[in-house]
């Protein structure tokens, strides 16, 4: 056998720098998407825009292990699928995440 390192932990260190990408860039998809929902209270295009962008982030949020923004996300789309207004409660969470980086997820805390 040669000296190269385990599958796992090649694999396990993969997957750490593309949480790691991801959680850099997470603050700005989050932003992004609380100006949209925002500006979506008077401006159907940018509702529209707020709808893709929350599935997005539901999608990728989750896949990366940032359950709490996943969750948000899906909240957020799930609201604008029926037509409603956004309520100040998500929106409040939203910019939350977007302001405490400890709070998108569990191992980011430690």
Same mark, same amino acid.
């Given at each position: 056998?040669?000296?190269?390192?385990?599958?796992?932990?090649?694999?396990?260190? $993969?997957?750490?720098? %593309? &949480?790691?990408?991801?959680?850099?860039?997470?603050? !700005?998809?989050?932003? *992004? +998407? #609380?100006?949209?929902?925002?500006?979506?209270?008077?401006d159907?295009?940018?509702?529209?825009?707020?709808?893709? $962008?929350?599935?997005? %982030? &539901?999608?990728?949020?989750?896949?990366?292990?940032? !359950?709490?923004?996943? *969750? +948000? #996300?899906?909240?957020?789309?799930?609201?604008?699928?029926e037509?409603?207004?956004?309520?100040?409660?998500?929106?409040?969470s939203?910019?939350?995440?977007v302001?405490?980086?400890?709070?998108?997820?569990?191992?980011?805390?430690q």
């Amino acid at each position: 056998m040669s000296g190269a390192p385990p599958v796992n932990s090649v694999v396990g260190d $993969a997957l750490a720098a %593309l &949480r790691a990408e991801y959680l850099a860039h997470l603050p !700005e998809l989050l932003a *992004e +998407l #609380a100006l949209l929902v925002a500006r979506g209270a008077t401006d159907v295009e940018a509702r529209e825009r707020a709808r893709v $962008a929350a599935h997005r %982030l &539901r999608g990728t949020a989750g896949s990366y292990g940032f !359950e709490a923004a996943g *969750e +948000l #996300a899906g909240r957020i789309e799930d609201t604008l699928d029926e037509g409603a207004a956004v309520p100040a409660e998500l929106l409040r969470s939203l910019e939350a995440l977007v302001s405490h980086p400890a709070a998108r997820s569990p191992e980011s805390a430690q």
